[in-house]
């Protein structure tokens, strides 16, 4: 079982800058691919960005150039970076740390993080 705590959401102007955390329990945070996702008002959950066991990253394109994700394992954490917010950026963000072994899934989720980008 993995718990995952987001922290660092809030609100911001178009153009600013946030820097999302998220903490995971145990110590088998380095097994796990982490991402981000994010769910605006009537829209379906989407991948933001993920980040595998060995740092490999895959950015959504409406993102790219904008946000960077990290892990940093001995802190057992997963960044994420986003600068030059977009209105289109308001959503909850999650936090998702995903296995597969032997056949088998590990999906463990966040409680979520509200980002708003208005002026």
């Known amino acids: 079982q993995v718990q995952l705590v987001e922290s660092g959401g809030g609100l911001v102007q178009p153009g600013g800058s946030l820097s999302l955390s998220c903490a995971a329990s145990g110590n088998i945070f380095s097994i796990y691919t982490m991402g981000w996702y994010r769910q605006a008002p009537g829209k379906q959950r989407e991948l933001v960005a993920r980040i595998s066991t060995g740092g490999t990253t895959n950015i959504a394109d409406s993102v790219k150039g904008r946000f960077t994700i990290a892990r940093e394992n001995a802190k057992n954490t997963v960044y994420l970076q986003m600068n030059s917010l977009k209105p289109e950026d308001t959503a909850v963000y999650y936090c998702?740390?995903?296995?597969?072994?032997?056949?088998?899934?590990?999906?463990?989720w966040g409680q979520g993080t509200q980002v708003t980008v208005s002026s």
């Open positions: 998702n740390a995903y296995r597969t072994t032997l056949g088998r899934d590990y999906n463990y």
